[in-house]
């Protein structure tokens, strides 16, 4: 992880300084070539002014500017040049053109006879006549040039600074998460930033520990019954009469724990998402038919009336999965069941999901324990009578199969009203 922020981070940050080194020179030449202009523009003003003033050019030739100057007649004979002699008819030059016109004229070319760029600058004078002032251009890249070196030494310290900096900065992000006391993660002294995930991992730890509390608990009862009852037939301590009843709850207890492993060894599945590949079709309708049929035995002994409007929908999903699920649904809204019990199954559909909704008209759940009734172990108050058999385990599965189709289950329910479930689950893997 490191090497990929530091990677990252650090191109980031040579982009970042090449890009504002460049914008930084590009402005400093700008502002050197107006400055550079205006400069040409002040000084052919001035000479102008004294020019029209009377001050003749070609009796003082000590100048003062470092410019080259330029004397021009209206006919662009040239009068006097500071730099050359013998000079050609100036009139077609662009900057004396516009002179002529407008008074003012500027143009940026490059010298015939050297390979640099010249700015010039023109005033024609109250006689008619042209003054022009003209420079290299080239100078002022010359001048910015001398400082690409100071720049690119610059840039390479900053860089160099940079990359240090990111290398302890990551350090210090990186460390307090690679040095997590993962069995006790508030202990931890990290950066604020880091708590959420610390409180997350707390949260996990206690989620973890209660967990295995309450499996050892829950496995143990069911031992505890099966060793005691063992031990009075051991120990010839149980009458005849009663032998065949111990054995039974035995039997009874013996059976409990294996539902209880199986639901815990789904729910382990579940966890790792072992099956997440076995998406298939399914024919709803036929599986909640099946789950009816299974569920045949616990139907008829309580007398419980099924009304069932089951349209005929297919998906996609896992089969035994989702057959899990409404067993679950279907054997709770059984066993929680009141007086004259009824459960009502629909099965429908739209055009991307398919909806089961099971409702029975049962002790139900009172409003304080429905947020928790898809917790592990949690069984409410009412139903935690020695009565009715469960691990607590039943909802957490169905909870967890439903996510793993990326589907939803809405609970209502009232206290000796009865419940409803309504299972949500996509038609296609999504
Ligand atoms: P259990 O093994 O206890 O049935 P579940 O996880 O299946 O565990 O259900 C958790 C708790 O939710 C149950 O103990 C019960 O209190 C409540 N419950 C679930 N379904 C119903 C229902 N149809 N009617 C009333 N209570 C229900």
New binding site residues.
């Given amino acids: 992880m490191k090497s990929y922020l530091n990677r990252f981070i650090n191109t980031l940050a040579i982009l970042l300084i090449i890009i504002s080194f460049s914008i930084a020179f590009a402005l400093f030449y700008i502002h050197l070539q107006t400055s550079f202009e205006t400069k040409i523009r002040t000084q052919t003003e001035k000479l102008a002014q004294a020019m029209n003033d009377g001050y003749q050019l070609e009796q003082n030739k000590n100048f003062l500017f470092s410019e080259r100057i330029t004397h021009i007649a209206h006919d662009g004979e040239v009068l006097f040049d500071s730099r050359y002699t013998d000079l050609e008819n100036h009139l077609e030059r662009t900057e004396i053109q516009e002179a002529m016109q407008y008074n003012v004229g500027s143009a940026h070319r490059l010298s015939s006879t050297l390979e640099t760029e010249l700015f010039y600058y023109a005033i024609k004078l109250n006689d008619q006549t042209i003054l022009r002032l003209s420079d290299d251009i080239d100078s002022i890249w010359a001048f910015s040039f001398e400082f690409i070196a100071v720049i690119v030494l610059l840039v390479i310290l900053v860089m160099l600074f940079t990359f240090i900096i990111v290398k302890k900065l990551i350090q210090r992000f990186v460390d307090p998460i690679n040095n997590i006391e993962l069995e006790q993660p508030l202990s931890n002294q990290a950066y604020p930033e880091l708590k959420p995930l610390l409180l997350k991992l707390d949260a996990h730890n206690q989620m973890r520990k209660e967990f295995s509390a309450n499996v050892s608990h829950e496995l143990k009862t069911p031992l505890q019954s099966i060793m005691g009852y063992s031990e009075l037939i051991l120990n010839d301590m149980a009458d005849p009469e009663d032998l065949k009843g111990f054995n039974h709850k035995i039997y009874q207890e013996a059976q409990r724990l294996r539902n209880m492993i199986e639901d815990i060894i789904s729910l382990a599945k579940l966890d790792e998402k072992q099956i997440v590949t076995e998406f298939a079709p399914i024919n709803y309708k036929e599986l909640v038919e099946q789950v009816l049929v299974k569920l045949t035995p616990q139907i008829k002994k309580n007398e419980i009336a099924i009304q069932t409007d089951l349209r005929p929908v297919s998906g996609e999903g896992i089969h035994t999965i989702i057959e899990e699920t409404f067993n679950?649904l279907l054997s709770?809204?059984i066993?929680?069941h009141g007086l004259h019990p009824k459960i009502w199954l629909t099965l429908s559909e739209n055009q991307t999901s398919v909806f089961f909704i099971i409702r029975?008209n049962?002790?139900?759940?009172a409003p304080e324990?429905i947020p928790r009734?898809f917790e592990r172990f949690?069984?409410?108050e009412?139903?935690h009578n020695k009565a009715i058999e469960?691990?607590?385990?039943?909802?957490?599965i169905v909870k967890h199969s439903i996510n793993l189709h990326n589907g939803t289950i809405e609970v209502s329910?009232e206290i000796n009203r009865g419940?409803t479930f309504k299972v949500t689950l996509p038609k296609r893997r999504s």
């Fill in positions: 679950n709770n809204a066993k929680y029975d049962g002790i139900g759940i324990d009734i949690f069984r409410a009412k139903s469960g691990s607590g385990l039943g909802l957490a329910s419940t």
